[in-house]
């Protein structure tokens, strides 16, 4: 069973990375004229998604670090 050791060790960390990455920091959301314009999402790991309720606009992804 040591010879497993480094693959487990190698499996934690990557959970422990995934937990981080999908943690949320903070939510902020933009109204306008009563109705939200965009929704940005910031998440522990240093991600932040930027959601615009304009459907012609695309999701943004930005790394903060």
Do not use: C, H, P
């Amino acid at each position: 069973m040591t010879q497993y050791t480094s693959i487990i060790e190698e499996q934690k960390e990557k959970l422990k990375q995934e937990r981080l990455d999908n943690s949320i920091n903070f939510i902020e959301v933009r109204f306008a004229e009563g109705k939200w314009i965009t929704e940005i999402t910031g998440y522990n790991s240093g991600r932040v998604v930027t959601k615009y309720n304009d459907k012609r606009k695309k999701e943004k992804i930005e790394n903060e670090i």
